[in-house]
């Protein structure tokens, strides 16, 4: 089992910035892609960014140069730093995680944060 625990959301007037943490625990041998998506109410979750353990990243269009997403490959942990955030950020942000859990054979895993609430108003 892996385990995913977000943290670092809240509410943020328009402009500002958060940053979110997700740390991964369990049974982990490598993490091959780690990252963030979100659902807005009334919508479908979508991908906000990800970024592979050799540090490739993938943002969605609307985030592209306000958003920046990192991790920590010793730590098992990924971060977005989302600045100039606007109310259409608004969103429940879930941490995503897919890769190998320890023991042979290796088996895969792929999982999913709780979810951290954002709130973007004045």
């Known amino acids: 089992q892996v385990q995913l625990v977000e943290s670092g959301g809240g509410l943020v007037q328009p402009g500002g910035s958060l940053r979110l943490s997700c740390a991964a625990s369990g049974n982990i041998f490598r993490i091959n892609v780690m990252g963030w998506y979100r659902q807005a109410p009334g919508k479908q979750r979508e991908l906000v960014a990800q970024i592979s353990s050799g540090g490739s990243t993938n943002y969605e269009d609307s985030v592209k140069g306000r958003f920046t997403v990192s991790r920590d490959n010793a730590k098992n942990t990924v971060y977005l730093q989302m600045n100039s955030l606007k109310p259409e950020d608004t969103a429940v942000y879930y941490c995503?995680?897919?890769?190998?859990?320890?023991?042979?054979?290796?088996?895969?895993?792929?999982?999913w944060g709780r979810g951290t609430q954002v709130t973007v108003s004045s």
């Open positions: 995503h995680a897919v890769g190998l859990m320890s023991g042979w054979p290796h088996q895969g895993f792929d999982s």
